[in-house]
């Protein structure tokens, strides 16, 4: 199953190239930058198959987001929040996502 998703900006109307569905290829994240308009189909889809969708303005600046709904696994919860105590587990969370944001923000810094 091939389900295709539009993006509109100003008036024009952008298709992805990517189906949402397709074989091989299923996105989790989507960052949309700039003065972008999602169709009502889009979104369903959007929501239907679990894609976290970002909104950024077209500096990058944090607008809001469009995610999924979220597990209500209450054991990984009281996990989670034990861990909020641990500094050993802390530093080794902390580097990956630190690393990933500086080399997320050289990409974005290139286009």
């Known amino acids: ?11 024009r109307i952008f298709h992805n190239p990517h189906p ?9 994240h989507n960052l949309l930058f700039g003065n972008i308009d999602i169709m009502h189909s889009a979104m369903i889809q959007l929501m239907r198959n679990n894609i ?14 469009l995610a999924p709904s979220e597990s209500k696994n209450a054991f990984l919860r009281k ?10 587990f802390g530093l080794l969370v902390v580097h990956p996502i630190v690393a990933g944001k500086l080399s997320n923000m050289a990409t974005i810094m290139r286009y």
């Open 1 to 11: 199953m091939r389900i295709g998703y539009g993006l509109r900006q100003n008036t």
């Open 79 to 88: 996990k989670q929040y034990r861990l909020l105590d641990d500094a050993g």
């Open 52 to 65: 976290d969708t970002v909104f950024l303005t077209r500096y990058g600046r944090y607008l809001g987001r």
């Open 20 to 28: 949402i569905i397709s074989g091989s290829y299923r996105p989790r």
